[in-house]
Structure formats: structure tokens, C-alpha cells
């Protein structure tokens, strides 16, 4: 079992910049990747960006290439991400997740049934 717990939401001015964090807990020895994605009320849930556990190979979306990053701290076991320039449709609820099965590319994990386990998500509005 593996528990993730979102930190760091809240309401931000476009432009400005906020940082996410996923504590990871359990068994953490059977992640293999871990990825942020986000989601709006009525639409599917959109992938933002993805890390291999075991390397710094990363992975974004289009729609945050260059304005996002993801990065591991290992002494702390969080998962971040440091989102830039941020813009009114980046509001979303966003989501940490685990994959525990094997993975051979990064892109496997550009679909929510990649994963499997998921935080409770957290509030991020940007305001125009």
C-alpha cells in the first residue's frame, strides 16, 4: 500500500506561482513512477506531469511544457511540483499519483489508468 497526501493548494493571482507537494508514505520501495494530473468539473482528467521513482527522467503535458516541474525530494519523501506562470485555466483540482506496476517508458503514465494510487487532490484557482 501506498499513501499520497497533496499540500500547497490555494488561490494565486495569474502569473504568479505556487508549490505543490505530495508526501509519500507505505511502501514506497514499490513505486516505479509518479505523476500529477488535474481535473475540472465535467471534463476527464488531464495529465500534467510524471517522474521515474528511480531516475530524473520526467515527462510533461503540453499544456504545462516549460512553466511546470516535477521533482523528487528523497529526504523528505515528497513528490513536488512548481508550477509558473500560472494562468486562469490551470484552475483545477489536482492530483498525486503512484504507480507501482513496472515501467518501461515515462509516457505510459500520460493516462490516469497508469496509475495505481491516487491523493485526495487539492484546490488550485488562479484568478485573472
Known amino acids: 500500500q501506498v499513501q499520497l497526501v497533496e499540500s500547497g493548494g490555494g488561490l494565486v493571482q495569474a502569473g504568479g506561482s505556487l508549490r505543490l507537494s505530495c508526501a509519500v508514505s507505505?511502501?514506497?520501495?514499490?513505486?516505479?513512477?509518479m505523476a500529477w494530473f488535474r481535473q475540472t468539473p465535467g471534463k476527464e482528467r488531464e495529465f500534467v506531469a510524471a517522474?521515474?521513482?528511480?531516475?530524473?527522467?520526467?515527462y510533461y503535458g503540453d499544456s504545462v511544457k516549460g512553466r511546470f516541474t516535477i521533482s523528487k525530494d528523497s529526504a523528505k519523501n515528497t513528490v513536488d511540483l512548481q508550477t509558473n506562470s500560472l494562468k486562469p485555466e490551470d484552475t483545477a483540482v489536482y492530483y498525486c499519483a503512484a504507480r507501482t506496476r513496472t515501467l518501461t517508458v515515462i509516457w505510459t503514465m500520460k493516462t490516469p489508468n497508469a496509475c495505481d494510487y491516487w491523493g485526495q487532490g487539492i484546490q488550485v484557482t488562479v484568478s485573472s
Open positions: 507505505g511502501r514506497t520501495d514499490s513505486i516505479s513512477a
Open positions: 517522474l521515474k521513482w528511480s531516475s530524473t527522467n520526467t
